[in-house]
């Protein structure tokens, strides 16, 4: 069935350096990811996407690459900041079905300074 | 910019009791998602609407929830009675149609509940 999870709960860094988040996904029919950020207290609040027919994609400051093969997601975060500590979640929608996003489990960055 | 309002922030209730929230999407968004959060899980959806419709139920307990978009605008969850398993944070959610490409859904801040 559909599932998505995470390899590590929690991320600790450094002040500048960059972050890797990492999601796993079970779900070959998949063919849209998302990836969130929900800060304490507050709403999800979106990040960035990508489509299955992409290896990778750019925002500001945040890369998601995604590897069909190993079915595997990352959310690589440059010049971690401390505003940037959170929740991460990826999540992903299966091709053919409801527009339904399945979410995983989080892993919380904590930028220390 | 646009937001996802949703009311209360915090709602403190005693079991057997019945609560209710509300969100008002983002204007234009025919999308409309209620989902329940466990504190350390992600988030998962309950019910989906299209316009006033409901086009997915399958995960809502509907032997105490219901929920409701008459006008295809705002929305209400509806919890009767509350029971303490209950007690999580239900985000609500809304997109402009989704496509086949995309499906960004923009977030509420989400209602708090405590069942006690």
């Known amino acids: 069935g559909e599932s998505v999870g995470l390899h590590l709960p929690t991320l600790s860094v450094q002040e500048g350096d960059n972050s890797i988040i990492n999601c796993a996904y079970s779900?070959?029919?998949?063919?849209?990811f998302i990836w969130y950020k929900q800060e304490s207290g507050k709403g999800p609040q979106f990040i960035i996407d990508?489509?299955?027919?992409?290896d990778k994609r750019q925002g500001q400051r945040v890369t998601v690459l995604l590897n069909k093969t190993v079915k595997h997601l990352s959310l690589q975060i440059a010049a971690t900041q401390p505003g940037d500590s959170a929740v991460y979640f990826c999540?992903?929608?299966?091709?053919?079905?409801?527009?339904?996003?399945?979410f995983g489990k989080g892993t919380k960055l904590t930028v220390n300074p | 910019e646009a937001e996802v309002a949703q009311s209360p922030r915090y709602k403190i209730t005693e079991k057997s009791q019945a609560v209710a929230f509300w969100c008002d999407p983002i204007?234009?968004?025919?999308?409309l998602y209620w989902y329940r959060q466990i504190l350390g899980q992600g988030p998962e959806l309950l019910v989906q609407?299209?316009?006033?419709?409901?086009?997915?139920d399958s995960q809502l307990p509907k032997d105490r929830f219901s929920a409701e978009r008459l006008k295809g605008v705002d929305s209400t969850l509806k919890i009767q009675p509350a029971e303490l398993g209950d007690s999580a944070m239900y985000l609500c959610?809304?997109?402009?149609?989704?496509?086949?490409?995309?499906?960004?859904?923009?977030f509420g801040a989400g209602t708090r509940l405590s069942v006690l």
């Open positions: 999540a992903e929608r299966t091709q053919g079905g409801s527009e339904k996003l399945v």
């Open positions: 609407f299209q316009d006033e419709s409901v086009v997915d």
């Open positions: 990508i489509r299955s027919n992409m």
């Open positions: 779900n070959s029919a998949s063919d849209y």
């Open positions: 204007s234009g968004h025919a999308t």
């Open positions: 959610a809304s997109s402009s149609e989704p496509t086949t490409l995309k499906n960004i859904q923009y």
